[in-house]
């Protein structure tokens, strides 16, 4: 099989790293892919969001795959393109259409489906900027910490907690009034706040059935103790202590076969990965978020945890036979570490050379922000790099991990100390 897989992220490198591994594949591309993914294939100088120059790589390379990585291209209909398109619509997409890519795309598109599939998730309403008065009102009639979440993609960044009213109410005349996140924040959800601990839980799904991948947890601020600015994610842990037989239970029965019957039943198709970012309140799950694709850093703890055919599970997402298909479970644990730039997740420098990388053999590496400087591998992006070991417990994972990391030096270079601080004791 000929893949064409899409993104340049640390999710991209792990899913290359574990594509590569498929007994059925020919010949792995990555548009554009970073100076870790030509390790697993060849990196193709396009963008995601290029459909045009997909669909000509695809027609030349006779792809028989495409996986999309981010959800930029399927938020923007990148799936319904090859559909629409008679030399295309036989290439399988990994990744949902349009409609029902609105799961992330649209905080207030989700939240109507839940709401229509009583999937549990916190109690909410949505204004514009013509209804920022009664968005006020809302505010006022609720108790604090107040959620507002730009309804849009706002690049992880679109939403905002605070404990005052008055600065929720300035917040979101921000959003609304003065478009704070541009188009993500015409609409706007205000959601009561709900006090637990989190985890995100992965399926595939071609729409008919669905598999459930290993769990993880990640942890998004850039300060230890979960203190600062919210990042991509700073690192990740597989399984979740906390995600016990029982919890599990309650999370399929209550959340993900609803989402998946929910999705038939609206007559919308789904082929792909869909992420719930569940919290856990006093052991009932709710559902913070949907995404339509794998998260990062959580991808990195995820793949390695995953025993089956990655590409074989895929055919099967294509063909509408996956529950035909076997997915295993790797017993050990896993954990990552990001390094990211000196500055991130505001202002930082690019183009600092990597040191260190060939020493490390004990432990995975998933470039996120990197390029290749001919033999150097230089720092490209925000959150650099993923460091990812196993372990036959949590703790032994993550002690794994960090001396991986100590092995790694660029100019500027920070990471989190206390990933699973939460959950874990080491």
Not at 312 to 321: H, I, K, N, R, Y
Not at 323 to 351: H, I, N, W
């Amino acid at each position: 099989m000929r893949v064409l897989l899409l993104g340049s992220g640390g999710r991209e490198n792990a899913l290359a790293w574990k594509i590569a591994q498929s007994s059925i594949l020919e010949a792995l591309f990555i548009a554009p892919g970073n100076a870790g993914t030509k390790a697993y294939g060849v990196n193709v100088p396009l963008q995601p969001t290029d459909f045009k120059g997909i669909e000509d790589f695809v027609l030349a390379e006779k792809i028989d795959m495409v996986v999309v990585g981010p959800e930029d291209p399927l938020v923007l209909g990148i799936h319904d393109y090859f559909l629409a398109n008679e030399a295309l619509k036989k290439v399988g997409v990994i990744g949902p259409q349009k409609e029902a890519a609105q799961l992330e795309g649209s905080k207030d598109y989700a939240k109507k489906f839940m709401a229509r599939h009583n999937i549990p998730t916190a109690k909410y309403a949505t204004f514009t900027k013509e209804t920022l008065t009664q968005g006020y009102a809302f505010l006022e009639g609720m108790k604090g910490p107040y959620v507002l979440k730009a309804d849009g993609l706002a690049a992880g960044k679109g939403v905002v907690i605070l404990d005052e009213l008055a600065a929720a109410k300035e917040e979101l005349k921000n959003m609304l009034a003065n478009a704070k996140f541009g188009a993500a924040s015409e609409k706007v959800v205000i959601e009561q706040f709900l006090k637990g601990i989190e985890c995100s839980v992965f399926v595939i799904s071609d729409g008919d059935s669905y598999k459930l991948l290993p769990e993880a947890k990640d942890y998004k601020r850039i300060g230890e103790g979960d203190a600062g600015l919210n990042t991509g994610g700073m690192g990740a842990i597989s399984p979740v202590p906390f995600c016990d037989a029982g919890f599990m239970d309650r999370i399929k029965n209550q959340i993900i076969i609803p989402t998946v019957k929910g999705l038939k039943a609206d007559g919308i198709p789904y082929k792909g990965f869909i992420f719930f970012g569940i919290i856990n309140v006093k052991g009932e799950p709710f559902v913070i978020e949907y995404n339509c694709r794998m998260g990062d850093p959580e991808t990195e703890v995820v793949m390695p945890r995953l025993r089956s055919d990655l590409l074989d599970l895929f055919e099967g997402v294509a063909s509408q036979t996956l529950s035909e298909r076997d997915v295993q479970f790797d017993d050990r644990c896993a954990a990552t570490v990001m390094l990211v730039a000196g500055g991130y997740p505001e202002k930082y420098e690019k183009g600092k050379q990597l040191f260190g990388l060939n020493t490390v053999n004990d432990q995975m590496l998933f470039h996120a922000g990197t390029k290749a400087d001919g033999p150097a591998v230089l720092s490209n992006g925000g959150r650099v790099m993923a460091v990812t070991s196993y372990g036959k417990t949590l703790p032994l994972a993550l002690d794994s991990a960090y001396a991986g990391v100590k092995k790694i030096d660029f100019e500027g270079m920070y990471y989190r100390k206390d990933i699973g601080f939460d959950v874990v004791d080491r």
